[in-house]
Nanobody
């Protein structure tokens, strides 16, 4: 079983930066075919894809709305994936959740929907004030 726990959310002003983390426990991802993604859900909206990373290769993929502003990365030794968010906008306000697919044999661009992931964290709130 895999557990994912996010941390690092909070309140930030527009134009600011924030980094959220997601620690995975229950399984070592280092040499596995694992993809980890970040999703977000704003009030009244559906959960949407933000970014994904292959644990083995480190290859990343981003939604157009965050490309150039957000960076996803992973630390294999710590079983942790990060989402560095810069130039934040009020429309980035949402609950951010990490997710893992333990049988991801393709690149991260193939895993961009909620149905592509089997394991989810509880989410962390990020609020960007204008």
């Amino acid at each position: 079983q895999v557990q994912l726990v996010e941390s690092g959310g909070g309140l930030v002003q527009a134009g600011g930066s924030l980094r959220v983390s997601c620690v995975a426990s229950g399984r070592t991802f280092t040499f596995s075919s694992v993809a980890t993604g970040w999703f977000r859900q704003a009030p009244g909206k559906e959960r949407e894809f933000v970014a994904a990373i292959s644990w083995r290769s480190g290859v990343t993929f981003y939604a157009d709305s965050v490309k150039g502003r957000f960076t996803i990365s992973r630390d294999n030794a710590k079983n942790t994936v990060y989402l560095q968010m810069n130039s934040l906008k009020p429309e980035d306000t949402a609950v951010y959740s990490c997710a893992a697919n333990l049988r991801a044999f393709s690149g991260p661009s193939y895993y961009t929907t909620v149905h592509d992931y089997q394991h989810w964290g509880q989410g962390t709130q990020i609020t960007v004030s204008s």
